[in-house]
């Protein structure tokens, strides 16, 4: 193993590359003093020049190999120590290698004048030694410290000769860190906007700068960060769905989903917008539900609101007017004044406060108003009509606009209800009596006691409803003879008599409209009459046109009226075959085109039809040219004389 001196000798002849040479120590000679002495001989001069040359020589070696450089220039005073002693102890002090050592040798050689004999090896040595402190504070950029990387250039001595190199190189170290910065900024600006694949994009250009902690770590910060705000914005898009769905179910879901974006996100300031959102839709909600009185769901959704809403207490408040509303909803004095009990505790910073106070007003009113009802009830419950009457004028007492005033008519209508149908069902059980005997006059005078009831009154519909049952036996009983003989006319097809008798029957009597069913059909059967007998006349004429037309009249005959429908059918297929032999004759006769116009008059439907379309086919054929006669070369042509 060696030991630290000879490391140091070691270092001193391997790991200085950079460095110049070691220099000599100077030699200094005093110059001999003048003094007047005899003149030895030339032997003695001799001899004592080999002595002094020699003792010269001696001494310098002595000194030389006695010099130890480390030690020597631990004790250095600067001041006074030659240049090469200088430069050699600030040789030996940078092979330390480390930030201290470097200065250290810079300031031991950097006071002499530019033209110093040594000068240019002390500039050489200096920039060697401003590189390698300079490498020290690049591993620091590279690391990401950029300020400590230019605090450690910055060491270097400002009037030192390669101050130039650490002015560039820490411009050089700013222009990078400025690059990454203004990336980073970028792709923060682009996650925040949500666009994650210029995101992306720009974070592949921090790989490319010329720093390891931009181009390795940041980049891979920026690469998690792009996957960490894809994830979350996967999770705040569910959040948003639910939210547009609408709903107290929706929304509070919404909530939930957005509540699981950390606070370091990208997505956290979207997804306290949503639960912001969210949650003024809820207190909108909620306040609905008060209007409306919805005192179960308002009860059931303050125990379900999440603490994060930062809602307590206006759910303590929601919870108090829930369960003061049920307890008034009961409807008794005693549950009226436990919701006033109850809902006093609501201070005025409320946000409910005015309506738990239109609420106290109500049911204070609402307490008068119940001890009328439950008065009311109370006589109603006697069930006789004075009974009733005293009861309908007790809850008269309860004024319009009173809260319960709706019910108190309620009340008063049954009441009224039962009156009437007390009073009125004497009457109309008469009438059935009188009815009950079917007879005409009976019947009549049973109608005229129900047309007693008025309208308005309880039972009117239902003696309405009699009278118009009574009545249709009557009106029966007068018009079926009427409506016999309307039938007898029409089953002999004597049509016009059938309707005109049938028209005795007015509208609005029983048998109205069964007879009109009835004359619907004959006037059916008149217009096919018509029109079979228009077809006739126009086949009379015997021509094409004629028949044709004819032809026509008889597809026109209802349906319905199926004695003439059938008639007019046979009677139109014979009139098409007429059109089809008159279309022959013309193509044998006149011209074909011709017999192919007559020939396509023929309606289809009609027993002709497809005859004469073969026909017209066959025509078609006889109409084309015949295709030439193609000879060929190989043919012999004879010569008649032959």
């Not at 005899?38 to 070696?61: M, N, Q, R």
């Not at 009328?372 to 007492?397: H, Y």
């Not at 059109?579 to 027993?607: D, F, H, K, V």
Request: net charge negative; proline share 4%; with cysteine.
């Amino acid at each position: 193993m060696k030991t630290s001196s000879d490391q140091q000798q070691s270092s001193q002849q391997t790991a200085r590359p950079k460095s110049v040479e070691l220099v000599e120590v100077d030699k200094e000679e005093a110059p001999p003093k003048q003094r007047t002495i005899p003149l030895p001989s030339w032997h003695f001069l001799g001899l004592v020049l080999i002595l002094l040359s020699g003792g010269v020589g001696f001494a310098a070696t002595s000194i030389l190999l006695s010099f130890n450089g480390s030690s020597n220039c631990n004790a250095l005073y600067v001041p006074l120590a030659s240049a090469t002693t200088r430069l050699y102890c600030a040789q030996v002090e940078a092979e330390q290698q480390t930030l201290g050592s470097y200065l250290k040798a810079i300031r031991m050689v950097d006071g002499f004048p530019q033209d110093h004999p040594l000068r240019p090896d002390i500039d050489r040595n200096i920039e060697v030694w401003t590189s390698d402190i300079l490498e020290l504070a690049e591993v620091q950029f590279q690391e990401g410290n950029l300020d400590e990387a230019i605090a450690i250039a910055e060491e270097v001595p400002v009037r030192s000769t390669a101050r130039i190199l650490v002015e560039e190189r820490i411009e050089d170290w700013r222009l990078v860190w400025r690059d990454g910065e203004r990336i980073f900024a970028k792709l923060d600006r682009e996650i925040n906007d949500g666009d994650l694949s210029a995101a992306l994009r720009t974070a592949v250009e921090l790989s490319y700068l010329e720093n390891i902690y931009w181009s390795t770590v940041k980049y891979e910060e920026a690469r998690n960060q792009i996957q960490l705000a894809r994830k979350e914005n996967e999770e705040l898009d569910v959040a948003y769905v639910s939210h547009r769905r609408g709903g107290i179910e929706n929304w509070l879901q919404a909530i939930e989903q957005a509540s699981k974006i950390s606070e370091d996100s990208y997505a956290y300031p979207q997804a306290q917008k949503l639960i912001d959102d969210s949650r003024e839709n809820i207190i909108r909600y909620i306040e609905d539900l008060v209007d409306q009185q919805q005192w179960d769901q308002l009860m059931s959704l303050s125990d379900r609101l999440p603490g994060r809403l930062n809602l307590d207490n206006m759910v303590v408040d929601w919870k108090i007017l829930a369960q003061a509303g049920l307890s008034a909803r009961r409807g008794s004095v005693i549950d009226l004044e436990t919701a006033l009990v109850q809902i006093q505790s609501i201070q005025p910073s409320s946000s409910v406060y005015d309506q738990s106070q239109t609420l106290m007003n109500r049911w204070q009113s609402e307490i008068a108003d119940v001890t009328l009802l439950e008065q009311g009830d109370a006589i109603a419950a006697g069930g006789t009509i004075t009974d009733l009457q005293r009861a309908i004028a007790k809850l008269n007492l309860i004024e319009e606009g009173n809260p319960r005033y709706g019910e108190a008519r309620r009340k008063v209508a049954q009441w009224r209800e039962k009156i009437e149908i007390s009073e009125d069902r004497p009457t109309l059980q008469y009438a059935r009596d009188l009815a009950s005997s079917r007879g005409t006059n009976a019947l009549n005078e049973a109608i005229v006691q129900a047309r007693k009831i008025q309208p308005g009154r309880a039972l009117y519909d239902e003696a309405q409803s009699a009278i118009r049952e009574w009545q249709g036996t009557i009106e029966r009983r007068e018009d079926q003879p009427i409506y016999d003989q309307a039938i007898a006319l029409g089953n002999n097809q004597r049509y016009s008599e059938a309707i005109t008798v049938a028209n005795q029957i007015t509208a609005g009597r029983a048998l109205y409209p069964k007879m009109q069913e009835k004359v619907g059909g004959w006037r059916r059967e008149l217009t096919a009459a018509t029109k079979l007998r228009d077809a006739y006349n126009a086949a009379s004429r015997e021509t094409i046109s004629g028949l044709v037309e004819a032809i026509r009249l008889t597809q026109e005959i209802p349906s319905s009226a199926s004695a003439a429908r059938s008639e007019g059918r046979e009677a139109a297929n014979q009139w098409s075959y007429g059109i089809l032999n008159e279309a022959q004759r013309q193509a044998n006769t006149a011209s074909i085109p011709e017999a192919i116009a007559t020939a396509e008059l023929i309606p289809s439907g009609t027993a002709a039809y497809s005859s004469a379309q073969v026909q017209i086919e066959a025509w078609e054929r006889l109409m084309r040219p015949a295709p030439p006669v193609e000879t060929s070369e190989n043919d012999v042509f004879l010569d008649p004389q032959i």
